[in-house]
């Protein structure tokens, strides 16, 4: 299995974009999708996770996420997006998709996003 991100680029403050995690091969099964982001200097963050029944989760900790970025799947195609509003500066990282598989963890390669003020 393969984790392929992509949607992120350079975006004005108040924009919006929309990430997709595509998975290949055998997809990712019944199995939970999570969201991450690396900011410049930072540890990695999960923020965000969805169930194959398309349960989702926000981090109790990542208060950025409130009523600007929401998860969404689509199990027919394999993909994982995140739509992001309202973008801010802060919001610059690299993000990443992830899925725990059978004990072996799968990540993309990551989708710098860039937020200018």
């Known amino acids: 299995v393969q984790l392929v991100e992509s949607g992120g680029g350079l975006v004005q403050a108040g924009g919006s974009l929309r990430l997709s995690c595509a998975a290949s091969g055998t997809g990712f099964g019944f199995n939970d999708v999570d969201w991450y982001r690396q900011a410049p200097g930072k540890q990695r963050e999960l923020f965000a996770s969805i169930t194959f029944g398309a349960n989702m989760y926000y981090a109790d900790s990542a208060d950025f996420v409130k009523g600007r970025f929401t998860i969404l799947r689509d199990n027919a195609k394999n993909t994982v997006y995140l739509q992001m509003n309202n973008l801010e500066p802060g919001d610059t990282a690299v993000y990443f998709c992830?899925?725990?598989?059978?004990?072996?963890?799968?990540w993309g390669q990551g989708t710098q996003v860039t937020v200018s003020s």
């Open positions: 992830h899925a725990r598989m059978e004990d072996y963890d799968y």
